[in-house]
């Protein structure tokens, strides 16, 4: 599989024609293998994921918003999970999870 962009501003409006272009440049080059970006952005407001092959997404929940709520993570991924399967109708990869480096912080209280 091929990943032409990590965390881009793809809910930006110039992002539709630029991922439109440069996935169908990338299919041309290998058709034998799917293409995707990884995305941090909105389901609703992500201008590439219609282009993509796959969906791949980072997510940091629990982490940047509702910091130690560890409780909310499941309500939380499932909700992510089946807004960006409901409007695209494609395969989804948690591209990556977790929480930022931060030297010295290994845990969080519960």
Sequence with gaps: MWSVAN??????????????????????????RPVTFVTDANYALDGGAPYVDVICVNSYFSWYHDPGHLEVIPLQLTTQFENWYKTYQKPIIQSEYGADSVPGLHSVSV
């Design 7 to 32: 965390e881009p501003a793809s809910e930006l409006p110039p992002a539709a024609y630029y991922f439109k272009t440069v996935i169908a440049h990338t299919k041309a080059l290998d058709p034998s």
